[in-house]
């Protein structure tokens, strides 16, 4: 059950707008292994043979099979770590899954390959109830390893939306990759590909063979659309993905738009997973936004499938004062309170990540949202809603924004699993999924408005500016 796919498999650089395919982290805010945020589990659970006090009533032997290891080592993380909000009987249906696999490895016995409890697993996972955790096979564990971490992959580097029935029109540029080499920008059609129609799936067939292709692209220029060619070779190139930083006109009205010339910034983050320094470039490009005199920010979570927690938390913390939550997992609750780029765990500083020389924006705020906005960005957006710092506007979110999640290697695979559910202070649970305080439903017809260089949901979140507070106090350094 391939959960960690953008769009294909293998192929993080195609997406789809407004509606991603799969979120690259179904069970919210990532968790990864020893990178803190709950004590429950370290990168040595692979040998989850005595990852808690709870032993899983599992069949052990001198000669147990490969796939009965891997079963046992599953089951005893789902009964020991499990902080989800399943009321699914764990061990019950431990026991039931036992007797598919004992079905499975029948002809095999002590011989039975770890492979074929994969199929098993992935069912058992899927009958707990819970759409954050699931297991993952090596290819998916690989696939997310790379995303996670930054790494690299053989790549165009465009990231597509659909238009009359193939993903075509250009939503983002990888940095550094054969996309941005080639100069595609956003609201490109790709309308040719190696002289024939263009077609999605034969674009994915170039990537996963090497082959160069010559791609015809329809480009907005000047109130016209001019046809233009550009050759690019997939190669593997950097998947860190960090937010940047553009300008535009503020529209009229906004909080302090008092001429022609009053600029709005739009921060895009496309992701919470690059490896590491998303916060801190968050604050960084708040402080350039802030030096040029900005009248408002936009900040921009479309499609943003989330990722690591600490890096959501400390770079919301550029906006709102103080971020104060509980966890609440299979170990008790603990506490967390972020502010300024600093992250507070149980009245211990949370040393990993943290933000040097952060910023805040006291200013005008507006946070855009769809239905691709999942897990961290969720967490993102409903803080800044919750503290009444400005607008969310767009669609209800993808609705994994209520739990934590962490991701236990088990051989060569992996168990995505729910630790952590989440509320307020004051006990409110953290909603599955958001709802915008302004409406913007995207659709095809706002796909064919940005081939003519119109962004109507940006559009929408610079007109919400204007019911955007001003904060008349910073946070104290």
């Known amino acids: 059950m391939k959960r960690v796919h953008v769009a294909a498999p293998g192929a993080a650089t195609f997406g789809s707008w407004p509606r991603l395919s799969l979120p690259l982290l179904l069970g919210a805010a990532l968790l990864w292994p020893g990178a803190g945020g709950h004590a429950a589990a370290q990168a040595g659970v692979g040998q989850a043979g005595a990852a808690g006090p709870v032993a899983a009533q599992s069949k052990t032997s001198a000669q147990t099979s490969p796939a009965q290891a891997i079963f046992n080592r599953v089951n005893t993380l789902l009964l020991n770590e499990y902080g989800g909000l399943s009321t699914v009987?764990?061990?019950a249906l431990r026991a039931e899954y036992q007797v598919r696999l004992d079905a499975v490895c029948a002809a095999q016995r002590t011989a039975c390959p770890a492979q074929k409890a994969y199929p098993v697993l992935e069912a058992e996972l899927t009958a707990l109830n819970?759409?954050?955790s699931f297991f993952q096979t090596p290819e998916d564990f690989g696939e997310f390893v790379t995303r996670a971490t930054g790494g690299e992959r053989q790549q165009f580097g465009v990231k597509l939306a659909p238009l009359d029935g193939e993903s075509r029109v250009v939503l983002e540029v990888v940095p550094g990759s054969a996309a941005a080499d080639a100069g595609l920008r956003r609201g490109d059609v790709l309308t040719g590909l190696n002289g024939q129609p263009y077609r999605f799936d034969a674009l994915q067939q170039a990537r996963l063979a090497g082959a160069t292709i010559r791609l015809e692209v329809s480009r907005w220029v000047g109130g016209g659309a001019q046809t233009q060619q550009v050759t690019l070779t997939p190669r593997k190139s950097s998947t860190v993905d960090l937010p940047t930083l553009s300008y535009v006109q503020a529209a009229p009205g906004s909080q302090g738009a008092t001429g022609q010339g009053a600029e709005v910034a739009v921060l895009r983050i496309p992701t919470f997973l690059s490896g590491g320094g998303v916060a801190q470039r968050v604050h960084d490009l708040v402080g350039q936004?802030?030096?040029r005199g900005v009248q408002g920010i936009v900040v921009d979570l479309r499609g943003n499938s989330g990722g690591s927690l600490a890096e959501c938390d400390n770079a919301v913390?550029?906006?709102?004062?103080?971020?104060?939550?509980?966890?609440?997992?299979?170990d008790g609750t603990s506490r967390t309170v972020v502010s300024r780029g600093t992250?507070?765990?149980?009245?211990?500083?949370?040393?990993?990540?943290s933000v040097v020389n952060p910023q805040f924006w006291n200013g005008p705020v507006a946070v855009l949202v769809n239905s691709g906005s999942a897990s961290c960005s969720e967490f993102f957006a409903y803080e800044i809603q919750y503290a009444r710092r400005g607008p969310v506007v767009g669609e209800e979110t993808a609705g994994v924004g209520n739990t934590a999640t962490r991701v236990f290697p088990v051989g060569d695979a992996a168990l995505q699993l729910t630790?952590?559910?989440y509320a307020k202070p004051d006990g409110t649970p953290y909603p599955t999924s958001l709802t915008p305080d302004r409406t913007h439903v995207q659709?095809?017809?706002?796909?064919?408005?940005l081939t003519q260089g119109v962004d109507a949901g940006l559009l929408a979140g610079l007109g919400a500016l204007a019911s955007a507070p001003v904060l008349t106090l910073e946070p104290p350094r």
């Open 419 to 421: 630790i952590l559910n």
């Open 343 to 353: 992250r507070i765990e149980d009245g211990q500083l949370y040393a990993p990540v």
């Open 89 to 91: 009987d764990r061990a």
């Open 443 to 449: 659709d095809e017809a706002d796909v064919r408005l």
């Open 130 to 132: 819970d759409e954050h």
């Open 317 to 330: 913390s550029a906006f709102v004062p103080t971020v104060t939550r509980l966890a609440r997992g299979a």
């Open 289 to 291: 936004a802030r030096a």
